[in-house]
């Protein structure tokens, strides 16, 4: 029997910081604002000619370098975004031909911020079933290309990045023990971009009317998220026959830190056990998990035998959750 763990980890960030007092030279907002209702205090923004594969094939380049695995070696490489540089074809192609993945399949996964648990669970499926050995997953998001910087409830929130992870067998003892993957698509319009697809293509009337930029009903996604971060974490536990005093290290995706300290309540967990960078970085969408998951790797907050949960949501609706012996 394969048993599939995490491998090797790898981040990319771009270098430009937009803090909270540049924002509020730009729209009506505040520091204190967005200080207490989101806990962001900086973000890092793409330069204008950058898209998500310059991110992405850096993360892949760090994680594989990590991992001591070769580009010709990867089976299967799932790009999770939802800015891709194009919507066809599909980023991880990009990024193949770029790290020289030559005999690697590749595709990319539309789940928003939940994308880069959808991609593990997919990768840990692929390598169970005997059919790939190494697969690389990167979740790469540039929502600053589609932010609407007129909008003040949306431009705050999010930053630019990317995250990756190589996935492949490990030893008993070690790897996935259990997943959790859902959708709710009666709430497909809480978080989406109108414009651009075959339902609505661009025009120059859908861009006047700014329906090419994100939308999110804000309010309603809170509700969402502190729900369904709960929920999926309490059902990874409880299929790998674990307790919330079982965990080491819990990764939330970084949206909120009031949808963070939640979930940190709820399962009565010190802040040490909590892994946030939002404060540095925003909501960097799919990426959020893998920079947070790299960045505890590499400082060695996050150990050899440690048992994290890794629980993200986000447009779709859609969630998700991984329980992991690194
Ligand atoms: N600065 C100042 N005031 C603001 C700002 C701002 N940047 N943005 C909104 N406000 C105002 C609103 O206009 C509103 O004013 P009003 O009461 O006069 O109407 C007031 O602040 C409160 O607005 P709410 O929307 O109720 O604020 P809330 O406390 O809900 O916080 C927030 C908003 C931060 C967006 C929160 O709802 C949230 O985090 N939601 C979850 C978002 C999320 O997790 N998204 C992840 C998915 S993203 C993806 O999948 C790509």
């Known amino acids: 029997n394969v048993r599939a763990g995490i491998l090797g980890t790898g981040r990319a960030l771009p270098e430009r910081v937009l803090t909270n007092a540049d924002l509020e030279k730009m729209v009506d907002t505040s520091d204190e604002w967005i200080v207490t209702r989101t806990g962001i205090r900086e973000r ?42 194009m919507l066809f074809p599909a980023t991880a192609c990009l990024v193949q031909d770029r790290i020289g993945a030559t005999k690697a399949a590749a595709m990319d996964i539309s789940a928003a911020c939940s994308g880069f648990l959808y991609g593990l669970a997919v990768a840990h499926a692929f390598i ?11 979740a790469g998001d ?10 003040r409830s949306t431009c705050v929130l999010f930053g630019d990045g990317a995250g990756a992870a190589v996935v492949g067998p490990v030893e008993a003892g070690r790897g996935f023990l259990s997943f959790d993957l859902g959708a709710d698509g ?18 120059a009337e859908t861009v006047a009317q700014r329906l090419h930029y994100l939308k999110m009903e804000g309010r309603e996604t809170f509700k969402f998220a502190v729900k369904v971060m709960a929920a999926s974490t309490e059902k990874v536990l409880a ?40 404060d540095r970085y925003g909501n960097t969408s799919a990426s959020s998990i893998p920079i947070a998951l790299d960045e505890a790797r590499r ?23 991984a329980a992991v012996r690194l």
């Open 44 to 85: 890092r923004i793409a330069a204008p000619e950058e898209a998500t594969s310059d991110y992405a094939v850096r993360a892949c380049e760090l994680a594989l370098a990590d991992a001591g695995i070769a580009a010709e070696e990867v089976d299967l490489i799932l790009c999770a975004t939802v800015t891709p540089d």
């Open 239 to 278: 299929q790998a026959g674990l307790t919330k005093d079982d965990i080491d290290l819990l990764i939330p995706h970084q949206a909120n830190i009031r949808i963070i300290e939640a979930a940190r309540q709820r399962f009565g967990l010190d802040p040490d056990k909590v892994v946030v960078t939002i």
């Open 186 to 203: 009666s709430g497909a319009m809480h978080i989406c971009q109108p414009a651009g697809g075959s339902r609505m293509p661009a025009t």
């Open 299 to 321: 400082t060695g907050r996050a150990k050899p035998g440690d048992l994290v949960v890794m629980v993200g949501f986000g447009g779709g609706l859609t969630w998700g959750a």
């Open 142 to 151: 540039i929502l600053s290309k589609i932010v609407d910087w007129e909008d």
């Open 128 to 138: 169970i079933s005997g059919q790939y050995r190494y697969v690389l997953v990167v």
